[in-house]
């Protein structure tokens, strides 16, 4: 079993609609869960940290947290194809010193 | 503007041609990082220093080496490139001074290596 797994997609999204990707992770002491857009031979960039359960919401993104369940997720409102990239959810564990990525998610947002 | 430079940007290097990779960072943090990331995989860490500690993963190859001769500056040292280390090359600092545990890790642009 993978630590942080993701559905690798694509995840194919009209504009204006809204994406949902999903994360699951294996260390259940894991502590800190970040979400990074990578476009397609950039670097990752930081889009949201999320650290307590519940939900965490910046501008069109919305981070939910269920540590029981050791779930994830990534809600991107009003997609633009602008938003077409890869998602990679990432974990520092319980070691706390490692931060582990997922495989990424693909999403399209089509005009 | 505070941030973490990487250059080259795009390398080329022939097959056995020891190459280095240069990290830079501005930000005035204590642990820089090395990635390895290949097309459509995620990043896999290679190594970190914490300040001037250094901390190997235990499956990166011995190939790679690293150097941090202060604060700011961090190399990666590829040995002997074979083709299987074509690979975007990721430099990422984090603050850490809250600790490890909950620190955002910042990622420069990365230098993308080809192996001929």
């Known amino acids: 079993q993978k630590e942080v797994e993701q559905n690798s997609g694509p995840l194919s999204v009209p504009e204006g609609a809204i994406a949902s990707l999903n994360c699951t992770y294996s260390?259940?002491?894991?502590?800190?869960f970040f979400w990074y857009r990578q476009y397609s031979g950039k670097s990752p960039e930081l889009i949201m940290s999320?650290?307590?359960?519940g939900d965490k919401e910046d501008g069109r993104f919305t981070a939910q947290l269920n540590k029981a369940s050791q779930y994830v997720s990534l809600l991107i409102r009003d997609s633009q194809p602008s938003d077409s990239a890869t998602y990679l959810c990432a974990v520092i564990g319980a070691a706390g010193n490692k931060l582990t990525f997922g495989g990424g998610t693909r999403v399209l947002v089509k005009p | 503007d505070a941030m973490v430079i990487q250059n080259p940007r795009y390398q080329v290097t022939q097959f056995g041609k020891p190459v280095t990779l240069s990290c830079s960072q501005t930000?005035?943090?204590?642990?820089m990082y090395w990635y390895q990331q290949k097309s459509s995989q995620a990043p896999k860490l290679l190594f970190h220093y914490y300040d001037k500690d250094f901390n190997n993963e235990a499956d990166t190859p011995d190939n790679f080496q690293s150097r941090r001769p202060n604060t700011s500056f961090c190399f990666l040292d590829i040995r002997s490139p074979g083709l299987g280390d074509a690979a975007m090359y990721l430099c990422?600092?984090?603050?850490?001074?809250?600790?490890?545990?909950?620190?955002?890790?910042?990622f420069g642009p990365g230098t993308r290596l080809t192996v001929l």
């Open positions: 930000l005035n943090h204590n642990v």
């Open positions: 990422a600092t984090s603050r850490d001074v809250a600790g490890w545990s909950t620190d955002t890790q910042y």
């Open positions: 999320i650290y307590s359960n």
């Open positions: 260390d259940r002491g894991s502590q800190s």
